[in-house]
């Protein structure tokens, strides 16, 4: 059965090859290409037109190149150089010559709509132009407005891990998952099939909304996770809190938020791994209650003995020599975890700190956490750490680059995490230090990743022009950020944001209705309305669902983002609408420093309208630079 399934096998991949193929040309028919270049090499005379598509194309006959694929190495030229002297660099070695005609087209179900030949001011043009459209209801592929500096990002071989601080707006999702299919293009020794990629994504929703990007380019989907996922996957079976309720937690207000906080910090910070790391030192000595064993009344072993087979070869993982003795010791990882919090004075002699009333109250917390069956978010990670620390990871050994978005929201322990699940893998790393939630961050936090990730050669690169927001509306988000980023945009010019203060919650149902009815009016085909937490978020749709077609979006639920939503704003992270409108702007929802980057994380996801609603009284934060409406 086995020799005649191989065959089988193979025929089935031949015919997968196959449809494969004939997928990518009826695309080609629709669209064959999107560029021209005349290119003269060095050594030769003539120009040569150089065709570019989101696929290449060969005669068969003559083996010549009709259209060469956005990713191989000659199209470069087209995304870095205008006229004049050009390069690119090929598998054997840099190649010179002049770029004399620059073209770009716009072809449509085979009819050619237009084209024009590209100058920097038609190229800007064109992109003002593209950008003032309708935001879609998935993220689309971007191929043919691909700027210098994403370029240089996308085609990067040269690091083991390259890290991206991108404004909002800048095209870091758009850049990673072009870069995921030029990672599954470029050559022999490079190329990644899909299978060997992960993505690291904020929450499901961004994931269905980023789903369509890759089969577009002619790729296979990449595996995703988000780290909730990898968490489960890593403590299968254990009940455990999600992020997105961690935060709620947090958001709302709750009394214990300033211990919360706190604890996060905390555990997920450098010190604390040290303390895991002195833990985890101790456990054969003081967390293994070894014993002799014996059969029929005779001793069979000796506890001193099992205790030197696991003191015995330190360079050998603790969870391997346990598995070597596993019918006669096991360790289950949160009770060990639970230890940790029984003794305040063992405690404190691992964290090497003085006592302190902060940690006190973190460490008393935990201990009533832990009792309750369900391991927290900051206690997961913390966690998850030691069982990798103790069993190694597994099921991730194919991973060869890991995408990780949004980098911001993770922690110097969960980068740890990152590494110790493939540790042999290559990082792209994107994110954004003015959109991060419930903490603050500076640029120091790449040099904390490029730590954690601890590879050979890195780079960081900085993103500073948004194209997604009007000009108005990029300068309005740039008032809730406590320092002065240079942040450049696009230059697109719009509608100045407002803000409306209703005298009751009648009047303020009344005021979004007939805002969303304008914005319909104006053609703008997705909505989002904003609220702080998925708890205002419910509430809020209990009371206008009977007056809109609104969609409700929780982690999970979106089934795409078109028409009117309504969506917590730490979920709504990486997404855009044609028009934003934060639904409850008043003093009592947002009245701290962390809701600063909340208001700015909303603000910036509008690409053309921006309008804030609050009852009563403003929030302070918001009422500067954006205009008092009647």
Excluded at 137 to 148: D, G, L, S, Y
Excluded at 238 to 261: D, Y
Excluded at 302 to 319: S, V, W
Excluded at 423 to 432: I, R, W
């Amino acid at each position: 059965m086995s020799q005649y399934l191989n065959p089988v096998i193979s025929q089935i991949a031949d015919y997968e090859e196959e449809a494969h193929k004939i997928s990518l040309l009826e695309n080609m028919i629709k669209s064959p290409y999107f560029a021209r270049i005349d290119f003269k090499f060095d050594d030769e005379d003539e120009f040569e037109n150089i065709y570019i598509g989101r696929s290449s194309l060969k005669n068969p006959d003559n083996h010549k190149m009709c259209v060469y694929d956005w990713r191989s190495p000659i199209a470069s030229v087209f995304y870095r150089f205008m006229a004049g002297k050009a390069f690119y660099d090929a598998p054997c070695e840099r190649v010179s010559g002049e770029l004399g005609l620059k073209r770009q087209y716009e072809i449509k179900n085979g009819n050619l709509a237009y084209f024009f030949d590209a100058d920097v001011q038609i190229v800007d043009e064109f992109l003002r132009q593209l950008l003032s459209q309708n935001a879609s209801t998935k993220m689309r592929a971007i191929v043919e407005t691909i700027q210098q500096e994403q370029d240089a990002v996308i085609r990067d071989l040269e690091n083991d891990l390259l890290m991206v601080q991108g404004v909002a707006g800048s095209g870091k999702t758009s850049i990673a998952l072009h870069r995921a299919a030029y990672l599954m293009y470029q050559g022999l020794r490079e190329k990644l099939s899909a299978n060997q990629i992960m993505i690291i994504s904020p929450n499901s929703i961004f994931e269905q909304y980023i789903s369509d990007v890759l089969p577009e380019l002619g790729e296979d989907n990449v595996v995703s996770a988000t780290f909730d996922e990898l968490l489960h996957t890593i403590l299968k079976g254990r009940a455990i809190q999600s992020r997105n309720a961690f935060l709620e937690t947090l958001l709302v207000g709750s009394p214990h938020k300033e211990v919360l906080k706190a604890s996060m910090e905390l555990k997920t910070s450098r010190p604390f791994q040290e303390l895991l790391d002195r833990f985890l030192s101790d456990i054969p000595e003081r967390w293994i209650a070894f014993d002799d064993i014996s059969y029929e009344g005779a001793c069979v072993i000796k506890k001193q003995a099992l205790k030197d087979k696991i003191l015995a070869r330190a360079e050998t993982p603790l969870g391997v020599k346990l598995g070597q003795l596993q019918n006669i010791i096991t360790l289950d990882v949160v009770t060990l975890y639970q230890q940790l919090f029984s003794d305040e004075a063992y405690f404190y002699s691992l964290l090497r700190e003085e006592p302190s009333e902060s940690i006190n109250k973190i460490w008393q917390a935990t201990r009533e956490r832990l009792s309750t069956g369900c391991l927290h978010y900051d206690d997961a990670i913390a966690v998850a750490y030691l069982h990798l620390k103790i069993y190694g990871a597994t099921g991730f050994n194919n991973i060869k680059h890991i995408v990780i978005d949004e980098a911001q929201d993770y922690s110097p322990l969960q980068y740890e995490i990152f590494r110790l699940l493939c540790a042999d893998a290559k990082f792209t790393v994107l994110g954004d230090i003015n959109q991060t939630l419930v903490k603050n961050e500076d640029l120091s936090l790449y040099g904390q990743i490029q730590r954690a990730l601890n590879k050979k050669k890195s780079s960081l690169i900085i993103l500073s022009k948004s194209f997604r927001c009007t000009k108005e509306i990029l300068n309005y988000s740039l008032t809730f950020l406590d320092r002065n980023p240079e942040i450049k945009s696009f230059n697109r010019s719009g509608e100045r944001p407002e803000v409306f203060i209703a005298e009751n919650s009648e009047e303020l149902l009344n005021r979004i209705v007939d805002e969303v009815s304008r914005c319909q009016e104006k053609g703008l085909r997705s909505i989002g309305l904003l609220c702080k937490t998925e708890k205002n978020a419910a509430s809020f749709f209990q009371k206008i669902k009977g007056r809109l077609d609104v969609q409700w979006i929780r982690d999970g639920s979106a089934s795409g983002l078109q028409g009117v939503f309504l969506i917590p704003i730490y979920l709504s992270k990486g997404l855009e609408f044609d028009a934003a409108i934060l639904c409850d702007a008043d003093s009592q929802n947002y009245r701290d420093e962390d809701d600063r980057h909340l208001f700015y994380v909303a603000c910036t996801r509008a690409l053309h309208r921006l309008r804030l609603f609050c009852e009563k009284e403003v929030s302070p934060l918001a009422a500067a630079g954006a205009a008092a409406a009647p």
